[in-house]
Nanobody, 118 residues
Framework: QVQFVESGGGLVQPGGSLRLSCVVP????????MSWYRQAPGKERELVAA????????KYADSVKGRFSISRDNAKNVLYLQMNSLKPEDTAVYYC???????????WGQGTQVTVSS
């Protein structure tokens, strides 16, 4: 069973930045599009960003467009999410998965908590 390991979250002030990382031990990382999701309390999990196999194509939720940037380093087997100009409404647990439009796997890692508050 594939394991997703997210890290990099924390408590930041509005306007601050964080960079999240995702590693998938034992996974053929470079063979799949990858994506970031988030889930805030009381809300459904939503797609935040996705990236194609080699990073040539990306997409973002309207709410984060222009502020977040997804990237991948296939040589190091790491997926990143650079988050700038963070807002309180970005507060959520962030998860990674394979896939571009929908998650390939119907289970999730522990996620990493992002809290944006003054």
């Amino acid at each position: 069973q594939v394991q997703f390991v997210e890290s990099g979250g924390g408590l930041v002030q509005p306007g601050g930045s964080l960079r999240l990382s995702c590693v998938v031990p034992g996974f053929t990382f470079s063979s799949y599009p990858m994506s970031w999701y988030r889930q805030a309390p009381g809300k459904e999990r939503e797609l935040v960003a996705a990236i194609a196999l080699t990073g040539g194509n990306t997409k973002y939720a309207d709410s984060v467009k222009g502020r977040f940037s997804i990237s991948r380093d296939n040589a190091k087997n790491v997926l990143y999410l650079q988050m700038n100009s963070l807002k309180p409404e970005d507060t959520a647990v962030y998860y990674c998965n394979a896939g571009y439009t929908f998650p390939v796997y119907n289970y999730w890692g522990q996620g990493t908590q992002v809290t944006v508050s003054s």
